[in-house]
């Protein structure tokens, strides 16, 4: 049970009182309020918790498969400049990682330079795509992440880190350049990135072991700042990120 709902349900004991049957009555037409929106409220950490301690520890979940892929929705005008729906899809770029499975990227959009707005731009994302964006560019993408690894885990036979990042590279252009190998998963790129977590938990290290944990529904403003990232949990993580490029001072 959670201290909030521990302490919520501790004030709502039952005091003493000589009132009578008009008072009860009086708490009951209250209860029916407010306080019950509280103590379903409470209902729901407890409930919540339980449903989160009950997730499977199977060291076998590899990605988010089980759950529908993010949708996509792309707008823009028609010949006689009304707004329209262009696309409502998956993104044409979806990337698995076989060096580290459960490792996808979904490429959403980007833009280099200053958009022109016409509304009848095709889908960068039909071009390719890449690790991050020139100055004054911009790469929205969806990152699932694994789940913690368990103790003993190895990557498929035949994995090392330069086999990794390389696949990394191939398949998000350049992206493998931007990690560190004396200390795997730190890098550093010359963009400002926001970062949401949509679904799951997250650690987020920066130099010296300094660390943050990050739950559903938190932001993070990357400044251009060498760090990595770490699921601590043993289901995966997906995080939104939105890329400016910019340059170093």
Known sequence: ??????????????????????????????????????????????????????????SDAKD??????????????????????????????????DANPGLTFYEL???????????????????????????GGTMFRLISYPPRRPEGWKPPPGVTMESGLRELSD????????????????????TIDYGVVVRGEMTLELD???KVHLRQGDCVVQNGTRHRWRNPLPEPCLMAFISIGGKRG
């Open 1 to 58: 049970m959670s201290k909030f709902s521990w302490r919520w349900l501790s004030r709502q004991k039952p005091k003493p009182s000589n009132a009578g049957s008009l008072n009860a009555a009086q708490g009951t037409e209250r209860f029916a309020g407010s306080d019950r929106r509280q103590l379903l409220q409470a209902l729901s950490v407890i409930v919540g918790g339980g449903a989160l301690a009950a997730l499977p520890q199977s």
């Open 64 to 97: 988010a498969s089980e759950l529908p892929s993010p949708k996509r929705v792309v707008t823009g005008r028609d010949e006689a400049g009304k707004s329209v729906f262009k696309s409502f899809d998956v993104t044409s770029k979806v990337v698995e990682i």
């Open 109 to 135: 959009y980007m833009t280099e330079g200053v958009p022109q707005l016409t509304g009848l731009e095709a889908d960068p994302m039909l071009q390719g795509t890449k690790a991050f964006p020139g100055p």
């Open 171 to 190: 398949k998000v252009p350049g992206m493998g350049d931007h990690f560190e190998r004396d200390a795997p998963g730190m890098h550093t790129s010359d």
């Open 208 to 210: 010296d072991g300094q």
